[in-house]
Each structure stands twice: as structure tokens, then as C-alpha cells.
């Protein structure tokens, strides 16, 4: 089954600006999921995901069902053909984290009906993704955690779209029918990190709206569509994580007039102490929610 997610190998940038991430990571707000600047707020978008990696933002949300221990035992020992000792040990040694049982025999199913009679499950790979990345940008922005996880190429890739003054090497052989993330060469940070982060922090406390390039995409629409689920507004959901989604506070990126937002989704539980373990928010979410 293609997942079309192979090609995120090629698109990779071999070093990662630690610096311009740091920058920007400092200026995330959690409760909306927007970057906070002089002059209002920013986002990644599901329409960033489209147009910059190539990746699906329509179809089905990425989940799985909680399961018991029995029940996910007795489904790993029929997917990888062990028994259900080994099984029981697998998950032991996961602790619940590694292995996602129940999306896994879903995945298994969805392959063997490919196979049966080639048609592939949609799912919005995207908007999992974009679920993962606000939750990575929330958990870095607690002072005792020194780094985060995710693919980090799009954020820089978004960062250098939007921000002149942070912006690496252009690829002069980008080509528009290319996804945007070909749009700029990624290069090892000379000089002191320090230094170049105190600039970069003074360059945005400058920065005015004129300053930031918004509706990147709007005279590339042949070669990158748009989808409407862009302008969703609710939660999305990657696995366990569901974090909310709120693009009515940033109608500009889509060139839009800026509106009155909407009030922020409450949690109904939040813990955000200042590690990484410590930061676990939780929103109420129904799969039926998600409308693709």
C-alpha cells in the first residue's frame, strides 16, 4: 500500500536550523497553537502541510480504539505470528507506548483490502502530523525541556516561506510544480549560536505585518490546490494526542481580513508542568468530529 510518505526521505533537510526553531519555539502559545509576534498571531496550517510536503489533509482522522491488555496481546500474537507470551512481553517492554495495537490490525486490514481490490483507505496524514507538531511545540516551550521531536523539516520550511529575515539558501532549481519544501537548502549555522539567536529574537521584536510574506500560495493554486478543510475549526488527532485547531486567528494567511476570533477550546484536563512528562493536556474529541 502506498502511504505516500516515502518521498518525506528525499524531502528531508540534512541539518536542522536549531537556532531559528529555538527563535520561533520561544514564541508559541499552547492554548491557541499560534506563534505570538508584534503584530499578531501565526500558524502552521493543514494548507501549509498541502502545499510545502505534498501530504494528504482530507480523509480520516489517524486513531485507534483503547483496547485491554488481553485484547491487544491476542492481536499481536495474529499480526506477527508469536505467541501470546512473546505478545504479552512486547507490550510489557512498550509500556502502552510503542505499540498501537488496534491501529495496526486496522493498517493490516486496510493493506489486505488493497490487495484484494486496489483501493487504499484515505487518511489525512496531514492533519496527524499537525496534531503532532502543536503538541511537540507545546511540550518545548516548558523550560526544562532542551529539545522535541517531529519533522522539523516543515517547520523550518514554513519559517523561511513567511519570514524573509530568517531565511537559509534559496534552491535556485526549485520548480513551482514542487512541493515548497524544495523551495530552500538547508546549511550548517556558522558563527555563534548565541549571537545569531539574540538577533533573530530582536529581528521579530521589529518585525510589522508589512514585514511577512501571508497568502503564500494564492497566484499557485494550479500546481498547489486548496482544500477547504483548512478553514475546519475544531481538534485533530494523531493516535491519543488531539490538540485544537484554530485557523479563524489566522484568516490572513489565507488572505483573508483578520476577524474577531473565536473563544479558545478548553481543555478538560491540563497538566503543563515544566518537563516534557509533566505536559499532558487533554480536549474532548469524537472521531465523528473530524469532516473531511
Given at each position: 500500500m502506498d502511504s505516500r510518505l516515502i518521498s518525506l526521505v528525499s524531502y528531508s533537510y540534512k541539518f536542522v536550523n536549531k537556532v531559528v526553531v529555538s527563535a520561533f519555539v520561544e514564541r508559541w502559545q499552547?492554548?491557541?497553537?499560534?506563534?505570538?509576534?508584534?503584530?499578531?498571531?501565526?500558524?502552521?496550517?493543514?494548507d501549509d502541510f498541502n502545499a510545502i510536503l505534498g501530504i494528504l489533509v482530507i480523509g480520516k482522522s489517524v486513531s485507534c480504539k483503547k483496547l485491554l491488555n488481553v485484547d491487544a496481546a491476542n492481536m499481536l500474537a495474529e499480526a506477527l505470528g508469536v505467541t501470546i507470551d512473546e505478545a504479552n512481553v512486547a507490550l510489557k517492554v512498550a509500556q502502552g507506548q510503542s505499540i498501537k495495537v488496534e491501529w495496526l490490525r486496522q493498517r493490516f486490514r486496510s493493506?489486505?483490502?488493497?490487495?484484494n481490490d486496489n483501493?487504499?483507505?484515505?487518511?489525512?496524514?496531514?492533519?496527524?502530523?499537525?496534531?503532532?507538531?502543536?503538541q511537540q511545540l507545546g511540550t518545548a516551550t516548558r523550560y526544562a525541556v532542551k529539545q522535541m521531536a517531529g519533522y522539523m523539516t516543515l517547520l523550518e520550511a514554513r519559517i523561511y516561506e513567511h519570514f524573509v529575515s530568517a531565511r537559509t539558501h534559496p534552491n535556485l532549481d526549485y520548480k513551482e510544480d514542487q512541493p515548497h519544501v524544495f523551495h530552500w537548502i538547508s546549511r550548517t549555522q556558522s558563527g555563534s549560536s548565541t549571537s545569531i539567536l539574540q538577533r533573530l529574537r530582536e529581528d521579530l521584536d521589529r518585525l510589522e505585518a508589512h514585514g511577512v510574506i501571508w497568502d503564500l500560495y494564492h497566484d499557485k493554486r494550479i500546481e498547489h490546490s486548496f482544500f477547504d478543510v483548512a478553514y475546519y475549526s475544531g481538534c485533530l488527532k494523531y493516535m491519543h494526542i488531539i490538540e485544537p485547531y484554530h485557523p479563524d486567528r489566522v484568516l490572513r494567511q489565507f488572505g483573508r481580513?483578520?476577524?474577531?476570533p473565536l473563544p479558545l477550546f478548553a481543555p478538560v484536563r491540563a497538566s503543563r508542568g515544566s518537563t516534557a512528562k509533566q505536559?499532558?493536556?487533554?480536549?474532548?474529541?469524537?472521531?465523528t468530529i473530524w469532516k473531511s
Amino acid at each position: 500500500m502506498d502511504s505516500r510518505l516515502i518521498s518525506l526521505v528525499s524531502y528531508s533537510y540534512k541539518f536542522v536550523n536549531k537556532v531559528v526553531v529555538s527563535a520561533f519555539v520561544e514564541r508559541w502559545q499552547p492554548e491557541a497553537n499560534t506563534f505570538h509576534l508584534p503584530f499578531g498571531e501565526m500558524s502552521p496550517t493543514l494548507d501549509d502541510f498541502n502545499a510545502i510536503l505534498g501530504i494528504l489533509v482530507i480523509g480520516k482522522s489517524v486513531s485507534c480504539k483503547k483496547l485491554l491488555n488481553v485484547d491487544a496481546a491476542n492481536m499481536l500474537a495474529e499480526a506477527l505470528g508469536v505467541t501470546i507470551d512473546e505478545a504479552n512481553v512486547a507490550l510489557k517492554v512498550a509500556q502502552g507506548q510503542s505499540i498501537k495495537v488496534e491501529w495496526l490490525r486496522q493498517r493490516f486490514r486496510s493493506m489486505s483490502d488493497a490487495d484484494n481490490d486496489n483501493t487504499i483507505e484515505c487518511v489525512a496524514r496531514g492533519a496527524a502530523a499537525l496534531a503532532f507538531l502543536y503538541q511537540q511545540l507545546g511540550t518545548a516551550t516548558r523550560y526544562a525541556v532542551k529539545q522535541m521531536a517531529g519533522y522539523m523539516t516543515l517547520l523550518e520550511a514554513r519559517i523561511y516561506e513567511h519570514f524573509v529575515s530568517a531565511r537559509t539558501h534559496p534552491n535556485l532549481d526549485y520548480k513551482e510544480d514542487q512541493p515548497h519544501v524544495f523551495h530552500w537548502i538547508s546549511r550548517t549555522q556558522s558563527g555563534s549560536s548565541t549571537s545569531i539567536l539574540q538577533r533573530l529574537r530582536e529581528d521579530l521584536d521589529r518585525l510589522e505585518a508589512h514585514g511577512v510574506i501571508w497568502d503564500l500560495y494564492h497566484d499557485k493554486r494550479i500546481e498547489h490546490s486548496f482544500f477547504d478543510v483548512a478553514y475546519y475549526s475544531g481538534c485533530l488527532k494523531y493516535m491519543h494526542i488531539i490538540e485544537p485547531y484554530h485557523p479563524d486567528r489566522v484568516l490572513r494567511q489565507f488572505g483573508r481580513v483578520k476577524i474577531i476570533p473565536l473563544p479558545l477550546f478548553a481543555p478538560v484536563r491540563a497538566s503543563r508542568g515544566s518537563t516534557a512528562k509533566q505536559y499532558n493536556i487533554a480536549y474532548k474529541y469524537l472521531d465523528t468530529i473530524w469532516k473531511s
